[in-house]
């Protein structure tokens, strides 16, 4: 029999905390009084058991749970939902990290290109890599093409929508991915490098996916995502179905959850398949500290079994004048995301952009 | 121009908060600096505006934004984005309430049967009706439709899947599924009354929509789904591919966030077509309180445009002996819950079973 082993956060008094692990073990498994099951084999092989109870202080606890990989059905919504489905809802829980048996690590797969992937399609095998997003949404489609050929004569190497690009109606998906694609390509062959553009994919699975279609036939290789804001369900599909798109992961609607982000976004997408993974970095709009930003970009790096390292991608507020210190703290596998900060440059955008691009590209 | 109306709870000084309040704005529409966003169409269309500011402490105010309904697209996908997408990486946010214009009502549309269609097929007019899960996962097909047949011969209405039960090798859908809606079509057969059986769909979106085609050729006409588990997109977009199921939501992964159970449970899930809102009852495994179960059932109940009320469904390790407070605290118009502690009757499953269902029929 396999186990995925759980890790959680309980906020438990000493006293009190191995009754209360037992009852997390049974609202994660079979969600009823134990002395109710009365099949042994039940009890023996779908019961999740508590594996170990550390003390971290005298409120909180540490937690590990077996739960049976068999009631998962080797499937990501109900792996999911077996993880923190019901627990979700109980506030003195929070979900620390996740140990998986090999059947699940080759049920999901990881990234289907991850670093190496990204690099080869950038052309850049050693240096770090940029990345920067169209915005703001409202722009027309020929306004976030001609915005898409700056950034990408610039020198940067990615460019992606912003994540609240979607299909609205001043700015229809179809016509604006193909513009920037367009506008993508002309850069291209104007600096003689690639460039690398990634449209924002949102809306029911049905929606994304012919997006997909269509984004294939256009020539585009990268698309954005949010696992957490489409479903996690339908971001495994989506890459399973899609394997050639190199996909960057987006954490939106993501940190809504006592789920800690250095699993989530660093180790959890990873396994669902993210080439890359978005996450705010330290010192921005968002509250991360910098040890949980190492740990996030550990998580997306370190080598795992057979699944590829994802590209960690620090974003969020970062100005031009913090790549020195990025690249310093991530070193060279990382992606630098600055948006926002190009953008306020206003007439000097073209400069700033190139500005950024040759920070990373000289850091060597 | 059209905008939703976002309520937020923030944590901020009465010194900070207009601050903080414009900061949201940008990081829920534009997502950049103002003084970058050059054009004024966009600053008059787009950017999010700071509706309201009001004082609950000197810690916490709510604040209300006004977004720009064109930034959704009219998808749920997008508009969930807006809302608490990237705010949700944001500690010191929470998600309290939001109002929809108009065309976003009409988009969604609500349950397409709610509480009047769910009592058409109970043929239940006016009294509560009541519900149980079959458990514990692990149980054979065969297991499961025999405790299928014996709720639903004891007068239970709906008889759901246990939401972890999936697709599980133990169980497989179409084995268990078909035995369970047998089972409660004998069980209906030998009552004269209607027993209805709701599986529990769970997986990526291509898995649950072959499942549902499936249920639907074996006369199953009712679903469990848990949106947040799922995906809000592939839940809208599963109402509206199969508008002919009543569907009850369940609440796994949704409390993970902080989103108001009232909104998430009692309003969103009822716009986007969940004609029984699961959710847990105060005084159970959870740890809601008399309040939120109240305004989560109002808000589901309530009159609202032309959307159908919701039936909410109180649950969580309810036992027996409360169906009269239950009763008493939410009124007729409420469909009891009640799984574990049926099953902890052990042999007198049956018996317990019948007086759960005679408790609730004979409340008149």
Known sequence: MAWVSATYLLESRADEV????????????????LEAVADPKIRDSIVARVASIEALDSQRHRVTLQLATATTGEDVTQLTNMLFGNCSLQDDVALEDVAFPPELLERFGG?????????ALAQAPERALTCTALKPQGSSPQALAQLCETFGRAGIDVIKDDHGIADQAYA???????????????????????????????GSPRRIFEQAERAREWGI???????????????????????????????????????????LFGKFFRLLGADATIYPNYGGR??????????????????????????????????VERVPEMLEFYGRDVMLLIGGSLLAAGDRLAERSRSFARAVVQDV
Chains 1, 2 share one sequence.
């Open 18 to 33: 191995h009754k209360r692990a037992a009852a997390l073990a049974l609202e994660q498994s079979v969600e009823m009084p």
């Open 111 to 119: 990234p289907r290109h991850g670093i190496s992937g990204l690099r």
């Open 172 to 202: 229809p998906f179809a016509e604006r991915a193909r513009a920037c694609q367009a506008a993508a390509e002309r850069a291209s062959q104007s600096t003689g490098r690639p460039v690398i553009y990634a449209p924002s994919l949102v």
């Open 221 to 263: 290789r990268a698309v954005l995502l949010a696992p957490m804001l489409i479903g996690l369900g339908t971001f495994a599909e989506f890459v399973t179905t899609f394997p050639d798109f190199i996909v960057l992961a987006h954490p939106a609607l993501g940190g809504a959850t006592r789920i800690s982000p250095v699993w």
């Open 286 to 319: 968002f509250a991360y500290s910098a040890d949980v930003c190492r740990a996030l970009a550990h998580a997306a790096r370190e080598p795992w079994d057979s699944i590829r390292p994802a590209m960690p991608v620090p974003a969020g507020g970062m100005p």
